[in-house]
């Protein structure tokens, strides 16, 4: 079936190090999303990829969205205490039915120590 | 975030008994969505619902159903409750086929 694999599936990295999880599909996709999910809490949408080559930032963060469409990347710069949580890459499949079905990575989970 | 509630939050049931999780909106989103969160295993979608009585199923749906017959309320219903599906079940809306908003989340335990 239709796949999103997300690595590392953890990282742990000292407080100011840089951050990167990977995302990449089966298949190609209409469009990537990411969302954060910190302890104990829900997942909270940070943003969308649509364009092939498309490259967002949000401050330190920066999103990319491969050439094929079916990889994707996070990369944090400099990283704080108040980025800990887990990253979820999620992809929605081009399909016909336009459901909005996503298909979710298993996460990575950034633990930053101070 | 987005008017999403679920109930009950927290859940501890036995193998065999029905058990009804509800997710409620108040933001009229066309799009709902059930997704269950296992470690290992990100979120996998169980059903969702593009309308009012208009749903279908996910890639983990075998033992689940739901209903939904007003926009604002989604149900899960587990038939008869097994241990595999002790799990944290998440309520998801959208507007359109985008941004997907997360409701707090229910634990279910399954003993």
């Known amino acids: 079936g239709q796949q999103v694999m997300q690595i590392p599936q953890y990282q742990h990295v000292q407080e100011g190090e840089d951050f990167t999880t990977y995302c990449n599909s089966s298949?190609?996709?209409?469009?990537i999303q990411w969302y954060k999910q910190r302890p104990g809490g829900h997942p909270v949408f940070l943003i969308q990829?649509?364009?092939?080559?498309e490259v967002k930032k949000q401050k330190r963060l920066t999103f990319q969205f491969g050439e094929a469409k079916k990889n994707s990347s996070l990369h944090i710069t400099a990283t704080q205490t108040t980025d800990v949580g887990t990253y979820f890459c999620a992809g929605e499949v081009v399909d016909s039915s336009n459901t909005g079905k996503l298909i979710f990575g298993q996460g990575t989970t950034l633990q930053v120590k101070p | 975030d987005a008017g999403i509630t679920q109930s009950p939050r927290h859940k501890v049931t036995e193998t065999g008994t029905p058990v009804t999780l509800r997710c409620h909106q108040t933001e009229n989103h066309r799009y709902m969505y059930w997704y269950r969160q296992d470690p290992g295993h990100g979120l996998r979608l169980i059903h969702y619902s593009y309308g009012v009585k208009d749903t279908d199923k996910g890639e983990v749906s075998d033992g689940y159903s739901v209903s939904r017959s007003k926009t604002e309320d989604f149900l899960l219903t587990l038939e008869s409750a097994t241990s595999s599906q002790t799990s944290v079940y998440f309520c998801?809306?959208?507007?359109?086929?985008?941004?997907?908003?997360f409701g707090p989340g229910t634990r279910l335990t399954v003993l």
């Open positions: 998801a809306t959208s507007v359109l086929t985008d941004t997907q908003y």
């Open positions: 298949t190609t996709l209409s469009n």
């Open positions: 990829l649509v364009k092939s080559g």
